[in-house]
């Protein structure tokens, strides 16, 4: 939450997945990341800070990443 009380930055990117997100939009804004300073992307969360919450096309995809920490 502290996260989301910040507003986005070079560094903190939020995407809304209301509608599902396109994987080729996703990869796109964890490449862009990557090639800067590096940062935070918080998927489900809209641009003025509201949790939207997971599309659920994603939500296995959260149990994966969440294995892998």
Do not use: W, Y
Not at 4 to 14: A, D, G, K, W
Not at 16 to 43: F, Q
Request: aromatic share 2%; hydrophobic share 45%; glycine share 8%.
């Amino acid at each position: 939450m502290a996260l989301i009380r910040q507003s986005e930055s070079m560094t903190l990117e939020f995407k809304s997945d209301a509608k599902c997100l396109p994987d080729r939009e996703l990869v796109a804004a964890v490449v862009a990341l990557a090639n800067s300073d590096g940062g935070k992307l918080l998927l489900g969360v809209e641009d003025d800070g509201e949790i939207s919450g997971l599309h659920a096309n994603h939500h296995l995809a959260l149990s994966i990443l969440r294995q892998c920490q």
